[in-house]
């Protein structure tokens, strides 16, 4: 009660590395189509310009077709997404060729990122990506990984790779630069326990193992990898059952250094 003295369960967890990657929105939307006109004649009417926000099958203009009598032809866009293009005035003679608009779908973003060569053995297609922009830094956009470049850069050994970002409330703009993580997970489970429970004593690392109602045993561990919140241990030195480490177990968190600190004066002591 004196050391706030308070304990964590051990869990087993599957253990999940975060790769960090880096990069920029391309320059050129995933899915973008060009618009002609079905008719050869006249443009009567505009209604989209560039910037437009279109649904699917929204009229973007109304051509005037002259052949022997005047018809209207409306032309619709065949996609819903943005107008990036917009070459369409009153007055110009249109085609069945050339392009008067240009219609780019901006929900779904290519990103090209780069993993540090260290790192690519954890990088998987299908994997998620969480990137984040200086913009929007509290907001994570999710990503799948599509390509992996067989290619390692000389200067900067990196490898580039290429995933398609969720863009539904359309913050992410083209060009845009952003970082990210990717998060490996392992197929094995892992022993974990709080972050903070975890001491160390010389070249070990040690947790405080509840044994009692007012007992606690000290316990050298093997860690795998640890994050901010907790670490995984790989292995536990000691063959006897009593000396090990088990899910379930109850292990000091907070107060756990005043435990290290008072076996330290014990050991200075002689007790």
């Not at 308070?6 to 790769?19: E, M, Y």
């Not at 203009?61 to 917009?86: D, F, Q, R, W, Y």
């Not at 390692?152 to 995933?163: C, G, L, P």
């Not at 000396?243 to 907070?254: F, L, S």
Request: proline share 2%; with cysteine.
């Amino acid at each position: 009660e004196l050391i706030n003295l308070k304990t964590a369960i051990t869990r087993l967890s599957v253990f999940k590395k975060k790769v960090s990657v880096f990069g920029q929105i391309a320059q050129d939307a995933e899915t973008s189509v060009h618009v002609v006109s079905p008719v050869i004649g006249t443009i009567v009417d505009v209604k989209a310009q560039i910037g437009s926000s279109v649904k699917k099958d929204e009229i973007l203009c109304v051509v005037s077709k002259i052949n022997g009598e005047t018809s209207l032809h409306e032309v619709k866009a065949p996609i819903a997404g943005i107008v990036i293009g917009a070459f369409a005035k009153v007055n110009d003679r249109v085609d069945t060729v050339s392009s008067i608009y240009t219609i780019a779908d901006l929900t779904k973003l290519w990103a090209t990122l780069e993993v540090y060569e260290k790192d690519i053995a954890e990088i998987k297609l299908g994997q998620k990506v969480s990137a984040r922009t200086v913009a929007y830094p509290d907001k994570a956009f999710e990503g799948e990984i599509i390509f992996i470049s067989p290619r390692v850069d000389e200067t900067s050994h990196t490898i580039k790779i290429r995933v398609i970002v969720d863009n539904k409330d359309m913050m992410l703009k083209l060009g845009m630069f952003v970082s990210g993580e990717i998060v490996s997970e392992s197929d094995e489970e892992y022993l974990t326990v709080p972050a903070h429970a975890v001491q160390t004593m010389g070249n070990d690392k040690i947790v405080f193992l509840k044994t009692g109602d007012k007992e606690f045993v000290m316990r050298k561990i093997k860690v795998k990898a640890e994050t901010k919140e907790e670490v995984f241990i790989e292995d536990v030195p000691g063959q006897e059952e009593n000396a090990q480490i088990k899910e379930g177990d109850e292990v000091a968190v907070e107060g756990a250094f005043l435990l290290k600190s008072e076996l330290l004066k014990g050991e200075l002591e002689g007790e």
